[in-house]
């Protein structure tokens, strides 16, 4: 991780970082120079934690080999080379590029079936997060994310996606697809650029035109989306936001169910193909036995709260996205729109990030609602930062062939 990276990552882990790459010669400015003042320098609890980094350090192969997760990572979003098998290599690509949609803890909870001029798009349960998900809404938010990429990567390729949900079936998105013009997009090329970035932000505003356009390709059928960028209302979510993360963070069966999908390691990430990259949220990366022990040494409360504090106030906004209905059509609906967000956004350079907490927790759900001024029958959906600011590092993907059926 270069030295460039450090004033974006969490005091705890700037510290270890710092640590390692000094251990490995590179030339690093002094420790008290990587803290932007004094009430981010490591306690006591951080330096035992840097020490551990150290005495593990001949085991602590996850740093150097973050470089290997980081081009496999990278090579899953490359477009693939022409094939003789002209009868399926388009369709592999497309289901290649719907993977790269996000997902809730990045489970990847979907499963493809090809055939000649289709493709379905099925929940795969055994992905289920019951804990943060309990009625499965963020999984067919994140069908309805790869269902919105499937559609602008086919375009591309020449081929118009028709997607119908039927709510009566067994959940699955069926894609029809039909011979068209080809035709490339700002939003077909963002496919392999977008992620959700999990660092600061550079705190400017985003402009009148570009907010627009962001709510423009954000609303659909029957979802829209609105755009907080005033101080005070983002202060308001941020209330919202901090009742509902300390809720989760008591709850023992979240942490777990969290720990359970962070990928501590590259080398574990490389392994699962799935789940959330330590290094993509700017902390360090380090073996399973040590980074388990680092979170119940650091992830609090208090430490998490006061992250979201800042990167709320460096972001140039919230957006909220709201179904009329809450129910499984309506939540893929809003993946949808999510998806057409988030692409749009990268391709204006604008990033983001997901802040779920007041729409996970059952208690502050419908007060988060009350205060939108939103119909009883409407349910928000997702919130999110967004801004400006530096990339992060990638998350993995299966392969395709994990995820046909």
């Known amino acids: 991780m270069s030295c460039h990276l450090l004033p974006f990552i969490q005091p705890s882990a700037r510290l270890c970082v710092w640590i390692q790459e000094r251990r490995h010669g590179k030339r690093m400015p002094p420790a008290d120079d990587i803290f932007s003042n004094a009430s981010q320098r490591p306690s006591r609890r951080q330096l035992l934690l840097a020490a551990a980094c150290v005495t593990a350090a001949p085991t602590l192969t996850a740093c150097s080999s973050s470089d290997a997760e980081q081009k496999a990572a990278r090579a899953l979003r490359e477009p693939r080379a022409p094939s003789s098998d002209r009868a399926t290599l388009?369709?592999?690509?497309?289901?290649?590029?719907?993977?790269?949609?996000?997902?809730?803890?990045n489970t990847q909870c979907w499963r493809f079936q090809i055939a000649e001029k289709s493709i379905a798009i099925a929940p795969d349960l055994a992905r289920r997060c019951p804990v943060v998900d309990p009625d499965d809404h963020h999984l067919f938010v994140s069908l309805g994310c790869a269902t919105e990429n499937l559609v602008h990567a086919a375009l591309a390729a020449g081929l118009h996606a028709d997607p119908r949900f039927d709510p009566g079936g067994d959940g699955r998105i069926a894609v029809n697809l039909e011979a068209t013009q080809a035709r490339i997009t700002p939003l077909s090329q963002a496919i392999a650029e977008r992620q959700c970035t999990r660092g600061d932000y550079d705190?400017?505003?985003i402009s009148t035109a570009e907010l627009r356009k962001l709510e423009q390709v954000g609303t659909g059928e029957g979802v829209s989306v609105r755009l907080l960028t005033a101080r005070p209302t983002m202060e308001s979510v941020l209330a919202f936001i901090v009742t509902a993360n300390t809720a989760q963070m008591k709850d023992p069966a979240f942490v777990e169910e969290l720990k359970a999908w962070?990928?501590?390691?590259?080398?574990?990430?490389?392994?699962?193909?799935?789940?959330?990259?330590?290094?993509?949220s700017g902390n360090p990366v380090m073996p399973r036995w040590l980074g388990s022990r680092a979170m119940d040494l650091f992830f609090t409360p208090k430490s998490e709260n006061e992250k979201y504090a800042r990167q709320i106030r460096n972001s140039a906004g919230i957006a909220v996205f709201v179904s009329e209905r809450s129910d499984?059509?309506?939540?893929?609906?809003?993946?949808?729109?999510?998806e057409r967000f988030a692409l749009q956004a990268t391709a204006m350079g604008i990033r983001n990030a997901f802040l779920n907490q007041p729409v996970e927790v059952g208690s502050v759900r419908p007060q988060f609602a009350a205060w939108l001024g939103l119909a009883s029958q409407q349910r928000p959906d997702l919130v999110l930062r967004f801004g400006r600011g530096p990339a992060m590092p990638w998350s993995m993907r299966r392969p395709v062939q994990a995820v046909l059926v």
């Open 328 to 338: 499984e059509a309506h939540w893929v609906e809003a993946g949808r729109c999510y």
């Open 90 to 105: 388009p369709l592999l690509d497309l289901v290649r590029q719907a993977t790269l949609a996000p997902s809730s803890h």
């Open 203 to 205: 705190g400017q505003p």
């Open 262 to 280: 962070i990928r501590f390691g590259a080398d574990e990430a490389l392994r699962t193909g799935d789940g959330l990259f330590a290094g993509a």
